[in-house]
Structures are given as C-alpha cells and as structure tokens.
C-alpha cells in the first residue's frame, strides 16, 4: 500500500483561534473535524500544495513562504497509510469559507477537545494544546 503525502493548515486568527473543517460522511474518517488541506500533487513542494489547497477548500490566499512546518506525523489506518506535514499559517488573505460545502468552526484552546479528529491529528493538536499559545506565535 502506497503512503499518502497530505499536508495540512494549522490556521490561526489574531484572537488565537484556529480554523478546523468537519469531513464530509462519504469520506474517509468522514464526519471528523481536521485542520484543512489536502493531497500533494506532482510537481509541488509541501507549502505549494498546502496553499493550492487552502485556496481550492476554503478560497483563502496563502504565499508558501507564511507556511511555517509545526509537526510531521506517519500514520498507518487500517485501509490507508499517510504522511502528514502540518503547517502553522498566520498570514492569508480573504475570509474562509467551506467552498465544498464543509462545515468551518474557529475553535479556542478551551474548546478544542470538543471536536473529534482523525487519529493522525489527535497528536498534533496534543502538541499545540500543550504549547498554546507559544506555538502559535
């Protein structure tokens, strides 16, 4: 089975909020809350495809530049196996919005436990909880 390069937006406000979008049920891990982004392509570098994503899911601007790695996670599901690169993003234009109809919430350090994720990011929020909000910054 081929390993999955995904990269992901750990998207932060100025009130230290971060951006979570919820999963469609028809997908993978569907219904679960995850930090937006998507498939690297041929041909793009992590921060390109990350900012081709965003821009693609929630119509957002991001320069690959602003695109800081925060945690790198492999994780083996038992129908799927990912490499995951997550980014800390404080820089965007425009206001997002789920283009592909998905649901967005802007969630708290207090509210996060609230929301379900995919196993392959329960550590990278562990991680950012626990450095809140120096990892933001």
Not at 7 to 21: E, H, K, M, N, Y
Not at 74 to 85: H, N, T
Not at 115 to 120: E, S
Request: charged share 20%.
């Amino acid at each position: 089975m081929a390993r999955i390069e995904v990269v992901a937006g750990i998207i932060v406000d100025q009130q230290s909020r971060i951006l979570l979008a919820q999963r469609a049920s028809h997908q993978h891990q569907g219904g679960k809350w995850e930090f937006p982004g998507g498939k690297i392509e041929a041909g793009e570098d992590a921060q390109q495809a990350l900012a081709r994503e965003l821009h693609e899911e929630l119509d957002i601007v991001v320069e690959p530049q602003y695109c800081q790695l925060f945690s790198q996670v492999s994780f083996d599901y038992p129908d799927k196996q990912v490499s995951l690169g997550f980014y800390i993003i404080k820089q965007f234009t425009g206001i997002p919005k789920g283009v592909e109809g998905q649901p967005l919430a802007w969630v708290t350090k207090q509210h996060c436990q609230a929301y379900t994720l995919p196993q392959a990011n329960q550590p990278v929020l562990d991680k950012l909880l626990t450095d809140w909000p120096m990892g933001l910054n």
